[in-house]
C-alpha cells in the first residue's frame, strides 16, 4: 500500500512538470509588435539581449550609459532597435528616458521592462568601506532600479506586460561585503511585492539570479586596481589589523573566481527572453550550474553550516583569534 502511494506520488511529481513544461513552451503572439525597454545595454546580457530580442522580431529601446556603447549596439542590430542614453542615478535621466519610451509606445503600452543595469564595485570587507561606497552600487542596482520601474510602470500596466528584474544568487547568500549584495536582497524584496500587487492588473513580474559570469562586473582587473585603492585609504591601525597576507590572499581568492566564471552569456540572455516571450514565465529563473547546484540549494541550509561552507577558506586577518 505503501509502495503505490509514493509511486502514485512519483506519477502526480512527473505529470506536473510535464505539463508546466509544456505551458512554459506557448510563446507570446505578435512580438513584432511588442516593446521592451533594457536598461544597461553598453555591453553584458544588456547588450547580448537586445540583439536576442532584435533577432526575434521584437522592438527593442535600449538604453546605455553613454554614446559610444548606443552607437555600438545600433550598428551591431536591426533598425527595430532604437536608443537613448540613461543614467539610473539621475532622477531627470529616467524622466527623461520615460518620456522618450512613451512618445515611441504610444498607445500600445511598454510590454516589457529589463532592469539590467547594474554594477559590483566597491565590494570588500565591510569595514574597508564608507557610506558612499555602498550608496555608489546601491544607488544604481536598487533605488535605480525602482525609480525605473515606478517611471514605466504605467505603461507595462497598460500593455499588461511583464516585468524583469536582474537579480543574483547574492540576493539569496551574502558572500562579500558592501553594497552589491544588499542591493540584490532589495530587488528580490520589491520584485516580490510588485508580482502580488500587479497579478490582478495582468502584469508578470520575474527575477532573473545568475551565478558567476564573465561580465564588467566580474573582470579581475578591475577589482584588483578596486582592492588596492581602498588598502591604501585605510587606517594604518586597521590595515594592521588585516595584515599584506590578508590583502594577498584576499586578491587570489578574487583570481580563483575567475575560474568559476562562466563566458556563455546567453545562459543568462534565454532566461530574461523566455520571460518577455513565454505565455506562462517563471516568476525565479536560475542561470549557470554555480547558481543551480551549489548556491541556491545552499541558501536552503541551516545558517550555521552555510557560514561554515562559505568562510572555510577564507583568508584570515593578522588579528585573527
Known amino acids: 500500500m505503501r ?3 509514493w509511486l502514485y506520488l512519483a506519477c502526480l511529481i512527473g505529470l506536473y512538470h510535464l505539463f508546466r513544461r509544456y505551458q512554459e513552451r506557448q ?3 505578435n512580438l513584432e509588435d511588442k516593446y521592451v525597454f533594457i536598461t544597461g ?3 553584458g546580457f544588456g547588450k547580448l ?6 533577432l526575434r ?4 529601446l535600449a538604453a546605455c550609459l553613454s554614446e559610444k556603447g548606443a552607437e555600438q549596439l545600433r550598428h551591431e542590430t536591426s533598425d527595430r532597435v ?3 542614453i540613461l543614467d539610473v542615478t539621475k532622477t531627470e535621466s529616467i524622466t527623461a528616458a520615460a518620456q522618450w519610451v512613451k512618445e515611441h509606445v504610444g498607445n500600445k503600452g511598454l510590454w516589457g521592462l529589463v532592469n539590467n543595469a547594474g554594477v ?3 565590494s570588500a570587507p565591510n569595514e574597508w568601506l564608507n557610506i558612499e561606497d555602498f550608496l555608489k552600487v546601491l544607488n544604481v542596482n536598487l533605488i535605480g532600479l525602482i525609480e525605473v520601474t515606478l517611471s514605466l510602470l504605467p505603461l507595462v500596466r497598460k500593455a499588461r506586460g511583464r516585468i524583469v528584474s536582474m537579480s543574483s544568487v547574492m540576493g539569496r547568500l551574502s558572500v562579500f561585503g558592501g553594497g552589491y549584495c544588499i542591493s540584490k536582497y532589495g530587488v528580490e524584496a520589491f520584485s516580490d511585492s510588485l508580482r502580488r500587487e500587479l497579478y490582478h492588473f495582468g502584469v508578470k ?3 532573473v539570479e545568475p551565478g558567476f559570469f564573465k561580465t564588467n562586473i566580474t573582470n579581475e582587473k578591475i577589482f584588483s586596481q578596486s582592492y588596492h585603492k581602498l588598502w591604501d585609504r585605510l587606517d594604518p591601525e586597521v590595515r594592521q589589523c588585516y595584515g599584506q597576507k590578508f590583502l594577498d590572499a584576499f586578491l587570489q581568492s578574487t583570481h580563483d573566481i575567475q575560474n568559476f566564471c562562466q563566458p556563455d552569456l546567453s545562459l543568462v540572455t534565454n532566461c530574461l527572453e523566455h520571460a518577455l516571450t513565454s505565455r506562462h514565465p517563471r516568476t525565479r529563473y536560475s542561470a549557470g550550474w554555480d547558481a543551480t547546484l551549489f548556491f541556491i540549494p545552499l541558501s536552503y541550509l541551516p545558517t550555521r553550516l552555510v557560514d561554515y561552507i562559505i568562510s572555510w577558506n577564507y583568508p584570515k586577518p593578522a588579528c585573527a583569534l
Open 120 to 122: 559590483s564595485l566597491p
Open 41 to 43: 545595454c553598453d555591453s
Open 27 to 29: 510563446v507570446v503572439s
Open 49 to 54: 539581449l537586445a540583439k536576442q530580442l532584435d
Open 82 to 84: 532604437e536608443t537613448v
Open 57 to 60: 522580431g521584437l522592438r527593442v
Open 205 to 207: 513580474v520575474a527575477m
Open 3 to 5: 509502495r503505490n502511494m
